[in-house]
């Protein structure tokens, strides 16, 4: 999302914030340690929705200060998070054992 990726870092640090404004030297900004294993993420209006695996579910971060990202609310899904897609205010969470999940943010 412009010059900052956002990568769900699977088993080890939650969600990382990294500078690829010079790709040639990419500089880590920030992260948040999520309760399981992160991974995937969509980032919307600053706010990133990470689909993080085991029972975690769906955790949503605030990413409007890279350097300072916070936690702002959750939804405990059935199963196991794979991945997330968000379109205006609706979130679609892939589930492993629960299928779709389509929630609606009012964040």
Known sequence: VGSLAYVADGYYSGLQIIDVSNPANPTWRGAYDTPGPAYNVSVVGGLAYVADG???????????NPANPTWRGAYDTSGHAYGVTVVGRLIYVADGDGGLVILRWNG
């Open 54 to 64: 085991y029972n975690s579910g769906l955790q949503i971060i605030d990413v409007s």
